[in-house]
């Protein structure tokens, strides 16, 4: 099942989003007891993180049945601007009823190999599987240049289909990245892209109409898989038809 969201205005992106994701989390704990998720990084899920740290989606759910991992993450210290981590602890989780515990993070601002092999049994050993593990919810964004995750074009961790956890270099950021691959994010029960704006109307369109080349669009290997794809946008940046190209 793959559905496109387009929240513009009443209710907002940002409310749209917070409570796309206490819905999911109220279900789940309703069916088992615990919300498995994964945050994504970058910008835009930052307004929707701070939105759940804000008291009246506090009241809502049993946060301590919460456990929260990331989809990737740049290979930093953990108080660096550009650390996924510190986004999400400045923005929802410092503030948060989520227990210290019940977060989970990568490590891999000293050695991120060896750090992808750890993150991955650190999954493992949480879900109690040596199967796929299977998380409630997966946020995703989605980059200019149809990257995912840590997901870029041309590199190999596109191909890897064993690996639930893998680190790379990219090229393009010039920097480690510690990433979900491919398997593990479609295994989960649902998937969410989180893309605002009119710069990103003409990858929407690409990723979701467009000729399927995951090698030049990562974000194409994301799939319901038996699970849930949800894509959350506003007006601007979910086209009806093809968009116009001069429109960047
Ligand atoms: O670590 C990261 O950078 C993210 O996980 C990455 O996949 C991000 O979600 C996209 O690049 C979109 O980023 P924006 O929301 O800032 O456009």
Redesign the pocket.
Known sequence: MSRLWVFNGSPSFVDGAAAFITEAAAKAIAERGRFTLAL???????SVYARLAREDYRQRLAWDRVQVFF????CVPPDDP?S?YRMAREAWLDQGPIPVTNVHRIRGEDDPANEALRYEQEIRAWFRTAACPVFDLIL?????NG?????FPGTASLRERERLVVAQYVEV?RSW?V?FTAPLINAARSKAF????A??AQMIWNVREGPYQPDVWPAQLIEPAGGELHWLTDAAAAPRTRPDPQRG
Do not use: Q
């Open positions: 994504s990084g970058g910008g835009t899920p930052k989809g990737d993450e740049r550009d996924n995703l964004g989605l980059g200019d990257h995912t995750a840590s997901l950021m990245r990433t989180l893309v605002r704006g710069g990103k």
